[in-house]
């Protein structure tokens, strides 16, 4: 069986923006610690760093356009407004269903189809395998940057957390 895109990138979205069952204990510790939900939300590693929310719109961002350049469609627009756990939740649930609407034969063909991402004035183009694994799979490192945050923060987590279940664990 060979490789598609499809299954190098939607998946591997999918399964990163399980990041919000990290939010669960990043909640729950904060309650616990007296802590202010909205300090939590507005962490960040280092000054010039994005927030825990900032890194998840990222995480979203990249997921989303990241399929919809891949298959010549259009990703949904999110106005990147969080500054609730319920809000943060809510955008990878709503990322995950747009790209459990993005269909494996969608990415026929995606592997040489020519990829232009970012603004303007920087806009780069590639060919879709390339985009993928040079741009848009290395960009959602943004999950990895909300896990570090919130172990800085305290709160319990660790690598089974992050990795969550594998798909076909059973097989």
């Not at 300090?39 to 000054?47: K, Q």
């Not at 232009?116 to 290395?138: C, V």
């Amino acid at each position: 069986m060979s490789l598609s895109l499809y299954d190098a990138s939607v998946p591997v979205f999918t399964r990163g923006l399980t990041v919000s069952t990290l939010l669960d204990k990043a909640e729950a510790h904060a309650a616990g610690s007296g802590a202010a939900l909205s300090t939590s939300v507005e962490a960040r590693l280092a000054p010039d760093m994005l927030t825990l929310a900032g890194q998840v719109q990222r995480a979203s961002d990249t997921a989303k356009f990241g399929a919809a350049r891949l298959t010549g469609t259009q990703a949904p627009s999110f106005a990147d407004d969080e500054t609730t756990f319920d809000q943060l939740r809510e955008r990878c649930a709503k990322t995950i269903a747009y790209l459990g609407t993005v269909a494996p034969e969608t990415f026929a063909g995606s592997e040489t189809r020519i990829v232009t991402f970012g603004g303007w004035a920087n806009a780069s183009t590639l060919r879709g395998d390339r985009y993928l694994f040079q741009f848009a799979l290395p960009t959602f490192f943004d999950v990895t940057t909300a896990y570090d945050i919130l172990q800085h923060e305290g709160v319990p987590v660790g690598k089974c957390d992050y990795l969550g279940r594998y798909e076909g664990a059973d097989a």
